[in-house]
């Protein structure tokens, strides 16, 4: 098991962090290649490893996407992350766990480049109208609290056109495919994690709502026309805001109000 790539280092990110976070990367584990490090961090969570365990890696085998889709996950390109997490939350509210790492990816990657990074309802990094990165969250919960939650975020850096296989091509991009610049992974990722301890912070002392807020101030969803699929469903309307759960309220032409609570989302207008 290697500890580097050519612009992943551990070592580097372990000593950025250093005396800037309280819980983001206590421990950061690197895999060459793994199925999927939500996976694995799963079941080092389920073996009671510490909050703020990091798993990392340079390419996943079987990267898994929100409702059941795989992940493009190539060696030597993009950030594959997964963070343990132990909130003492409800099952509910674990939407804002997503949220959270939404806003904390957009500002990170805003910090590093110049790409004008916004969230499309619910989790995706978009810019000009394409993906550029994604988060999975997974929980393991008890009867009324979470026991733990693994945070996956994909962020597409280096990735060139050639890479996105079929139709991939078409609706996704990356860093380097936007701007036109490599860009070292290892400083976005120190980014990332910094700015999740920051959200995480404020979400323990705080709460949901200064998330809400900031996620609403970064997404390119709110006041948009859209179409929303839920399962077999399709609704049509104005997205209206989130509330502090996350939950989309559309605005459907009878005037109605609907919360949706997951979903893919096309921006009509
Ligand atoms: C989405 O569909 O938008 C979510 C994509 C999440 C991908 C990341 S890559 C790191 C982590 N490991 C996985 O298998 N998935 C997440």
New binding site residues.
């Given amino acids: 098991m290697k500890n580097e790539s050519p612009d992943m280092s551990i070592e580097e990110i372990k000593n950025s962090l250093s005396g800037h976070v309280s819980v983001m990367g206590k421990k950061i584990i690197f895999l060459e290649t793994v199925d999927?490090?939500?996976t694995r961090a799963m079941e080092l969570a389920g073996k009671g490893c510490e909050e703020g365990t990091v798993v990392i890696a340079d390419a996943?085998t079987g990267?898994?996407?929100?409702l059941g889709?795989k992940?493009l996950?190539p060696p030597g390109k993009n950030i594959?992350?997964?963070i343990v997490l132990k909130p003492y939350i409800s099952p509910r509210d674990a939407t804002v766990l997503t949220l959270m790492s939404a806003v904390s990816c957009a500002t990170a990657i805003k910090k590093c480049s110049s790409i004008p990074v916004t969230i499309k309802w619910p989790?995706?990094l978009m810019v000009s109208g394409r993906k550029l990165g994604?988060?999975?969250t997974e929980i393991k919960a008890d009867m009324d609290r979470i026991s733990y939650a693994i945070v996956?975020?994909?962020i597409n850096v280096n990735l060139d056109l050639m890479d996105m296989p079929g139709e991939i091509g078409s609706f996704a991009t990356s860093i380097k495919h936007h701007s036109g610049d490599l860009y070292p992974r290892t400083k976005i990722a120190v980014e990332i994690l910094k700015e999740m301890d920051k959200w995480y912070a404020v979400l323990l002392n705080i709460g949901k709502k200064p998330i809400a807020d900031e996620w609403m101030l970064l997404s390119s969803t709110i006041g948009r026309a859209v179409k929303v699929t839920v399962g077999g469903a399709v609704f049509t309307g104005i997205a209206g805001s989130i509330d502090e759960e996350g939950m989309l309220m559309l605005k459907l032409p009878d005037n109605s109000v609907k919360k949706i609570n997951a979903g893919d989302v096309v921006i009509l207008g």
């Fill in positions: 999927s490090t939500n996943q990267g898994k996407g929100r889709r992940w996950s594959y992350m997964s989790n995706d994604g988060i999975l996956g975020i994909g």
